[in-house]
Nanobody
Framework: VQLQAFGGGLVQAGGSLRLSCAASGRTFSSYIMGWFRQAPGKEREFVAATSWSGGSTYYQDSVKGRFTISRDNAKNTVYLQMNSLKPEDTAVYYC?????????????????WGQGTQVTVSS
């Protein structure tokens, strides 16, 4: 499966952004979908994941209550709604697909990756 993330940009602290990730192929609903991020000089980290139907979600503690992951299997798209953004949310955000078990939050579990989209939050 090929993934393409978009929707990043520059936003002030407290603002919102919605990231989208479009997937190619007809097996999108068979993948767990996740969002990860990587800030300069830091390792890539898990942000959020959604199960195959979207019925279950999982978040990193620092984004709970602020970010919402969702998916539309009819459109082969996964979203990340980011509210109350903070400067520490600044990073390149990646979407990824995992053909394995739920829950899945380890980088090594994910089989396919998008190209990343930059999110910059100014203070």
């Amino acid at each position: 499966v090929q993934l393409q993330a978009f929707g990043g940009g520059l936003v002030q602290a407290g603002g919102s952004l919605r990231l989208s990730c479009a997937a190619s192929g007809r097996t999108f609903s068979s993948y767990i979908m996740g969002w990860f991020r990587q800030a300069p000089g830091k390792e890539r980290e898990f942000v959020a994941a959604t199960s195959w139907s979207g019925g279950s979600t999982y978040y990193q503690d620092s984004v709970k209550g602020r970010f919402t992951i969702s998916r539309d299997n009819a459109k082969n798209t996964v979203y990340l709604q980011m509210n109350s953004l903070k400067p520490e949310d600044t990073a390149v955000y990646y979407c990824a697909a995992d053909a394995g078990r739920w829950p899945s939050f380890a980088t090594d579990n994910y089989d396919y990756w998008g190209q990343g989209t930059q999110v910059t939050v100014s203070s």
